[in-house]
């Protein structure tokens, strides 16, 4: 069995900045592209960005300039750098990764992490 347990998020006024950080473990034999999705109320859950095992990097319109995606293999684990945060980045934060355990790729979810932009 493998868990994504993410950590980092909280309340920050607009313009402030948060790191959100997703640690994989169990079971694991390689993990291949890992990302992160936001969900906001009422609304549903959206791609943030993306980062390969190689470290190449996506990311939504929305977010570009102001989010970095990255990635420390040795540790299993994504971060989240998030700079000029607005409200509308209010959501909960959610880690996704493909992961190779037992020589059959499955997708797991973490628990999500809340992030609250307001003043």
């Known amino acids: 069995q493998v868990q994504l347990v993410e950590s980092g998020g909280g309340l920050v006024q607009p313009g402030g900045s948060l790191r959100l950080s997703c640690a994989a473990s169990?079971?694991?034999?390689?993990?291949?592209?890992m990302a992160w999705y936001r969900q906001a109320p009422g609304k549903e859950r959206d791609l943030v960005a993306t980062?390969?095992?190689?470290?190449?990097?996506n990311y939504d319109d929305s977010v570009k300039g102001r989010f970095t995606i990255s990635r420390d293999n040795a540790k299993s684990t994504i971060y989240l750098q998030m700079q000029s945060l607005e409200p509308e980045d209010t959501a909960v934060y959610y880690c996704?990764?493909?992961?190779?355990?037992?020589?059959?790729?499955?997708?797991?979810w973490g628990q999500g992490t809340q992030v609250t932009v307001s003043s």
């Open positions: 169990g079971s694991i034999f390689s993990i291949g592209n």
């Open positions: 996704n990764a493909r992961v190779n355990s037992d020589y059959t790729w499955v997708t797991y």
């Open positions: 980062i390969t095992n190689f470290g190449g990097t």
